[in-house]
């Protein structure tokens, strides 16, 4: 056992990790702001052009369309996927007669395919094919909203798959955050005549502060990655309407071989999540520190 508490050995075992996370995750990122700077094309030599590529983002219209609906899809997580997936964790906390087929049937769609997913939505949320306009029609509602491909419902409708892709694993990190409570606590509080909901405030939120920490930080990083999804249901159409960050950046990138361009929108997409963590890191730290 003191081979493995050496230094070298430490060192020898965390190696591997290290690289991978340098050639797949940082070198990646300063390459991504060493283009964003130039016009490469994916051919031949770049040229350098300084805050050009920059200038002409922060212009640029489809941007701030692709930029807002960015942040409507990370409002509605916020707002929606944290609350939901915390009742469902008391859900699941809960003793109950096929509990773990439930946990099992709510956890499944996180493990499905990402561009699946979007497949399975697209047959359910197509104003013209789909199963929600399909069962307007049958039971005689004029009103055939554009669910996706529009100009105006695309976010939420991505928002909502979003909700739903993600509840059940959400649900299950929040499990096990109540699961680490002391029972004990639960205990004293019910002699000294504490209520569930009481319970709920004063022992089980403060609790599992760290958890909902993770949780909201997966929700904000999760939401500027979304791409399969949003690509599988309009490809950001019409006209970019209903296009996200990560999806305008591949077209710009891929569809329009503005490599350099789409480098300098994957280089802001970095930079603003990593604002939201750093902030909300922040915040969290000083609420907590002040508990302390």
Known sequence: M??????????????????????????PVFMAFYYGFTNFTGIGKPEFLGLRNYITLFSDKIFYIALKNTGLVLAMSLLLIVPCSFGLSLLFARKMRGGKLVKAFCFSPNIISPILIGLIWVFILDPKIGLINAFLRY?????QPEWIGGKTLTPYCVGAIFLWQTLGYNATIFLAGIKMVPQELYEASEIDGAGKMQQLIYITFPMIRQTIIIVMLLVITGCFKIFEVVYQLTGGGPNHMSDLLVTYMYYSTFTSSRYGYGMSIASVTFLISALFAVIYLYVTREQVGEEE
Not at 7 to 19: D, E, G, Q
């Open 139 to 143: 039971i005689g509602v004029s009103a």
């Open 2 to 27: 003191h081979w493995f508490s050496t230094k070298k050995t430490k060192i020898l075992m965390i190696a591997p990790a290290v690289i991978l996370f340098l050639l797949y995750i940082i070198i």
